[in-house]
């Protein structure tokens, strides 16, 4: 089974200034992993995702997040914030190798952007 | 664009009501999913279904069931609300086993009184 742990709750920040949402999972078997963002009454689409190669992937709105299979991390970036960033961020993992696509899902950082 | 839509945003029902939440896709997708989102917990996995009549269990499926008898549309089922069952639900669809990215509807507020 696997489990994903979102380090911070809660992340303010001020405008212009970078972020950084920590993520750690654990998994007996490879494993693919998602950041996935929710505004404010919406639903939740996908900022990007890391299934193999590079481990340095960019996603939507100037994110990007790293995987580091020693530490077993997927943190997620932006270097400047905008008001419009404030939103809660999921990180998630599935099986690689398995038939199907059920994911597992962190608890959740909430990214608050101050002006 | 695909478009996932739930039937309500927000719900008020009472205990022992039973309760539908309906959901339903317009991209012909085969999977289909239902989350809870509780603050702190994330999203937990309910139900899930690969194609039409088929379901199985996530990982807290107690208490409730499901219902695919057309592919468009997931109904998740409460035959009995209670209070611990007050959360955000949110549906979500896949094209096919293999497809990465899930689509996820607005979600629906529900609380039991």
């Known amino acids: 089974a696997q489990s994903v742990t979102q380090l911070d709750s809660q992340v303010p920040v001020f405008e212009e200034a970078p972020v950084e949402l920590r993520c750690n999972y654990s998994s007996s078997v490879s494993v693919y992993l998602f950041w996935y963002v929710q505004y404010p009454n919406q639903g939740l689409q996908l900022l990007l995702k890391?299934?193999?190669?590079?481990?340095l992937v960019k996603g939507i709105n100037g994110f990007e997040a790293e995987f580091n299979k020693s530490q077993t991390s997927f943190h997620l970036r932006k270097p400047s914030v905008h008001i419009s960033d404030t939103a809660e961020y999921f990180c998630a993992v599935r099986r690689s190798k398995a038939a199907g696509n059920k994911l597992t899902f962190g608890g959740g950082t909430r990214v608050l952007v101050k002006p | 664009d695909v478009k996932v839509t739930q039937s309500s945003r927000y719900l008020v029902k009472r205990t022992g009501e039973k309760v539908f939440l309906e959901c339903v896709q317009d991209?012909?997708?085969?999977?289909m999913f239902w989350y809870r989102q509780d603050p702190g917990l994330g999203l937990r996995l309910i139900y899930f279904?690969?194609?039409?009549?088929?379901?199985e269990k996530g990982d807290i499926p107690e208490g409730y069931s499901v219902s695919r008898e057309k592919k468009e549309r997931f109904s998740l089922i409460l035959e009995s609300a209670s209070t611990n069952q007050t959360s955000m639900y949110l549906c979500a669809s896949t094209p096919d086993r293999s497809s990465y990215e899930q689509y996820f509807g607005p979600g629906t507020r529900l609380t039991v009184t």
């Open positions: 279904s690969y194609d039409v009549k088929m379901k």
């Open positions: 991209m012909d997708h085969e999977n």
């Open positions: 890391y299934l193999s190669g590079s481990t």
